[in-house]
T-cell receptor, first 114, second 115 residues
């Protein structure tokens, strides 16, 4: 079965530290990939997406992600985190041949210390 | 924000009772989804719809049914609620150009407690 794995369940960083959150998916076909963020008490918001072209995509708030097809990975990065980045982050993949089915990873909770 | 309304926002119900959650959109989007969010599990897809009367199962569809009789409404029904269905339920929509290249827009969620 297709799946999306996020390796880190909870990450704690100090402000200005660099961030990298891992995401791997298990699906051999063409995919679109997404990162969503959920701030406390809010619904999910799109951070960035990849569907074709340059494998390095830039999103909002200084986030970026790199699609490495050979590794089935789509890791999220930010050079310098802020306290306001404290949130839960979800990686997701859409499966082309299954009617737009979107599968999410388990989520990574990020806590940034001021 | 996209026009998505979930109702009710909160509900407490007893084991064995039927429950229906409603997702209403004003965007005329083709695709609609129901997810549940539980700690440690992320968002898991329950059912989704790719058009009026066109629905399919997601990862955790057991115990749930859906209906989509018109574009704007997608109903999720728990025929006989169980405590394991206590969760936060999110509806999402995607536009008619195809969800492949379009992000999902999420509703604000329904917090369901089954006692």
């Amino acid at each position: 079965a297709q799946s999306v794995s996020q390796h880190n369940h909870h990450v704690i960083l100090s402000e200005a530290a660099s961030l990298e959150l891992g995401c791997n998916y298990s699906y051999g076909g063409t995919v679109n990939l997404f990162w969503y963020v959920q701030y406390p008490g809010q619904h999910l918001q799109l951070l960035l997406k990849y569907f074709s072209g340059d494998p390095l995509v830039k999103g909002i708030k200084g986030f970026e992600a790199e699609f490495i097809k050979s590794k089935f990975s789509f890791n999220l990065r930010k050079p310098s985190v802020q306290w306001s980045d404290t949130a839960e982050y979800f990686c997701a993949v859409i499966l082309y041949n299954q009617g737009g089915k979107l599968i999410f990873g388990q989520g990574t909770e990020l806590s940034v210390k001021p | 924000d996209a026009g998505i309304t979930q109702s009710p926002r909160h509900k407490v119900t007893e084991t064995g009772t039927p429950v229906t959650l409603r997702c209403h959109q004003t965007e005329n989007h083709r695709y609609m989804y129901w997810y549940r969010q539980d700690p440690g599990h992320g968002l898991r897809l329950i059912h989704y719809s790719y058009g009026v009367k066109d629905t399919d199962k997601g990862e955790v569809s057991d115990g749930y049914s859906v209906s989509r009789s018109k574009t704007e409404d997608f109903l999720l029904t728990l025929e006989s609620a169980t405590s394991s269905q206590t969760s936060v339920y999110f509806c999402a929509i995607s536009d008619r150009q195809g969800s492949y290249n379009s992000p999902l827009h999420f509703g604000n969620g329904t917090r369901l407690t089954v006692t």
